[in-house]
């Protein structure tokens, strides 16, 4: 039990104390009251909102609360000083020895410091990636593979039974276009002239491999032969050589997907219509016309009655249909039954990871999800914006191989698995992303992946050189500790915990990244202090007791960046 958790914990016993004393309302709700690092160390060790966000429910004023707080706290063992701020928070300085005795917790722990289980086992079901196979993954997708398998990674550190899964979309016209690409390029294979790609098929280079292989395969049973003989055999053979090249490149990103789920499969099982039936059990489902939106009415536009989701009952824009004119299902129909069948084998929570053009599914799904689930939050859509690819500033000129844009397998070449794994994680998912192929391989702190692996490499270094006559924790004087660099990076240590969980339940991997390098930061300020005041070097030739508490120090730093990194499946260098 670290720091923040003691203050938790202390808290809730003194609201339950001035509720006996009829000096708090019954019932108080404590949830959203949090003690953790303030943003600025001029205000104190600790930081905690209780008054702020307590002060509606016990009709008092938010500084008046946290005067009552404040006195209570003060009792609190290890606590010097409590300051109220603005309008009511609390800032707590206390006694060092409060946070350097959980470098023996760390050190105890090892790589499973911080490990929770506020996921309890409960499943989740995390589908990202999802791209067409229609061609190799490109850059943005990489985005999206990324921060999936890293999210999956941090929900499973905190105790959920993840899934991750990729959705093949193989029902729709794109892969009919697949099938007339690779077609056309199978009979370049067998030596006809195929002059310039049409408008509207697959200009990559890539199918031409695809279209080699065919014709290995088949040899020219196809050639000259009219479309309806040879379209769903030519199009299965392209959507299962274009998966095992995407199956391929996700294993370069170091991603293993636990189930391929195809469309088109859901679609013949009749899963469709056992989406629809459920909605309409449940009274979501209606005919009715929609009214085209104001100015936009296509030409040759007819009202007529469609079987339309009660989408706008759940939050939507409209109402969404789900029959096409001609009796076949909608796009949306296929989305919703899909999500129908993930609630029904998993039984828990559904988190999708879209790209930066899949914006406006997010509330129709999200009103889908609810309604077959009667449950609210049942789906979070996390959208990824777009990459930049850059070469020391300059956009990337695209893959030769791919025609259009650049693969995820030019990058992984260029820079390497954990470099895409980590820069991909420096924006949140919702911002647009430089991705520089020049910068991110960079030996400078300028360089966010090596200033991380760096400073653990740095850790072990001191290690390696000391550990043979470092003593056990237990003997050792924590409390000699006393530096303000020391405690700085002492404080990022013990936040570990809480900051783990609260990324895994807001489902928000990018903050690892942010921690590691916060982390990072500390460590190397302590280093360069230690090269600019010698008495604040790690290794004090004459002074065994402060060698040995920093060796501790230095080693619970080397075990929370390499846990961190693991979290999000990179490896922490021990040498560079």
């Known amino acids: 039990m670290n720091i923040f958790s003691c203050f938790e914990i202390a808290f809730k016993n003194i609201v339950t104390e001035l509720t006996a004393d009829n000096l708090l309302p019954q019932n108080l709700d404590t949830s959203r009251v949090v003690f953790e690092l303030p943003r600025e160390e001029k205000h104190g060790d600790i930081a905690t909102n209780a008054a702020m966000v307590m002060a509606k429910q016990t009709g008092t004023a938010p500084r008046d609360l946290a005067a009552l707080f404040a006195q209570k706290l003060n009792d609190v063992d290890g606590v010097t000083n409590i300051e109220i701020a603005g309008p009511g928070f609390l800032n707590i300085r206390v006694e060092p020895s409060l946070w350097t005795r959980e470098i023996t917790n760390i050190l105890a722990a090892k790589n499973s410091y911080g490990k929770k289980d506020i996921g309890a086992g409960a499943s989740v079901n995390i589908e990202f990636v999802s791209a067409n196979p229609t061609g190799p993954l490109h850059a943005a997708h990489a985005r999206g593979a990324v921060f999936g398998d890293a999210l999956a990674g941090l929900m499973e550190f905190c105790g959920w039974n993840v899934t991750r ?36 098929l697959y ?27 040879w379209l769903s055999e030519v199009r299965a053979f392209a959507i299962d050589w274009i998966m095992q090249g995407i199956k391929s490149d996700l294993q370069k990103l170091g991603i293993k997907m636990d189930r391929f789920s195809s469309e088109r499969d859901l679609v013949n099982s009749g899963a469709v219509q056992h989406a629809i039936d459920k909605l309409q059990k449940s009274g979501h489902l209606y005919q009715g016309v929609l009214q085209p939106p104001k100015g936009k009415e296509p030409e040759g536009w007819e009202p007529r009655k469609q079987l339309l989701f009660k989408a706008s009952t759940f939050g939507d824009d ?31 929570q559904l988190i999708n990871i879209f790209g930066a053009d899949h914006g406006g599914y997010v509330k129709r799904m999200t009103a889908a999800v ?66 520089d192929l020049a910068k991110v391989t960079e030996q400078s702190r300028d360089n966010p992946i090596f200033y991380v692996q760096y400073a653990h490499a740095r850790a072990c270094s001191v290690i390696r050189q000391f550990e043979k006559d470092m003593p056990s924790s237990e003997l050792v004087n924590l409390d000699l500790l006393t530096d303000p660099a020391e405690l700085a990076l002492v404080k990022i240590l013990v936040s570990w915990p809480k900051l783990v969980a609260s990324a895994a339940s807001a489902h928000e991997p990018h903050r690892i990244a942010f921690y590691l390098l916060d982390l990072a930061s500390a460590f190397h300020s302590l280093w360069n202090a230690g090269r600019e005041n010698p008495s604040l070097r790690f290794i004090i030739n004459r002074d065994e007791e ?15 960046i390499c846990t961190g990194l693991n979290v999000l499946s990179i490896e922490a260098l021990n040498e560079m």
């Open 370 to 435: 609810n309604a077959l689930s009667s449950m609210p939050n049942m789906l979070d859509i996390k959208i990824c914006q777009l990459v930049n690819l850059l070469d020391d500033g300059k956009p990337v000129k695209m893959s030769k191989r791919a025609g259009t844009f650049v693969t995820v397998e030019d990058v992984v070449r260029s820079v390497g698995e954990d470099v895409i794994r980590f820069i991909m994680l420096t924006r949140r998912n919702d911002q647009t992303l430089d991705f």
């Open 203 to 229: 200009p990559g280079v890539y199918l031409k491999e695809v279209g080699d292989a065919l014709m290995a395969r088949d040899g020219d049973m196809y050639l000259n032969k009219p479309e309806n003989e």
């Open 546 to 560: 402060i060698t040995a508490a920093r060796l501790q120090l230095v080693k619970a730093t080397s075990f929370i």
């Open 318 to 348: 409209t109402d969404r249909p789900l029959q096409k004119s001609d009796g076949s299902w909608t796009y949306f129909a296929a989305d919703v039954a899909y999500h129908l069948d993930k609630l029904e084998r998993t039984g828990g």
């Open 165 to 200: 899964e990729y959705y093949i979309n193989d029902a729709g016209g794109q892969v009919d276009v697949l099938a007339q690409s690779t077609y056309l390029r199978y009979c370049e294979a067998l030596g006809q002239d195929i002059g310039e790609i049409p408008s509207g």
